[in-house]
Nanobody, 119 residues
Framework: VQLQASGGGLVQAGASLRLSCTAS????????VGWFRQAPGKEREFVAA???????PYYRDSSGRSTISRDNARNTVYLELNTLQPEDTAVYYC??????????????WGQGTQVTVSS
């Protein structure tokens, strides 16, 4: 499975972005897909994940500022980020595998897309 993340950019605080993770490979619909982010000097941290069927989303917190969804017909998972704040600035990575919350639970990683939020 090869993953490509896209949709990042430079936005002002309060704005929204929709990130996409597009995969190649027929096994993509069998995998949990997660989004992680990594800010400079910090560890990679979990943001959200979604089950293979798309029925079960998992989130880092209950703020409601992110929404994850998937379209298996298009081999794509989306992450909507709302009310972005400067502390959300990071490289956002998508990953696929059997895991949910931990970095170690994912076998395949995309290259990352930069999200920069200005105040």
């Amino acid at each position: 499975v090869q993953l490509q993340a896209s949709g990042g950019g430079l936005v002002q605080a309060g704005a929204s972005l929709r990130l996409s993770c597009t995969a190649s490979g027929r096994t993509f619909p069998r995998h949990v897909v997660g989004w992680f982010r990594q800010a400079p000097g910090k560890e990679r941290e979990f943001v959200a994940a979604i089950s293979p069927s798309g029925d079960s989303p998992y989130y880092r917190d209950s703020s409601g500022r992110s929404t994850i969804s998937r379209d298996n017909a298009r081999n794509t998972v989306y992450l909507e980020l709302n009310t972005l704040q400067p502390e959300d600035t990071a490289v956002y990575y998508c990953a696929a595998g059997p895991g949910i919350y931990g970095v170690g639970g994912y076998n395949y990683w995309g290259q990352g897309t930069q999200v920069t939020v200005s105040s």
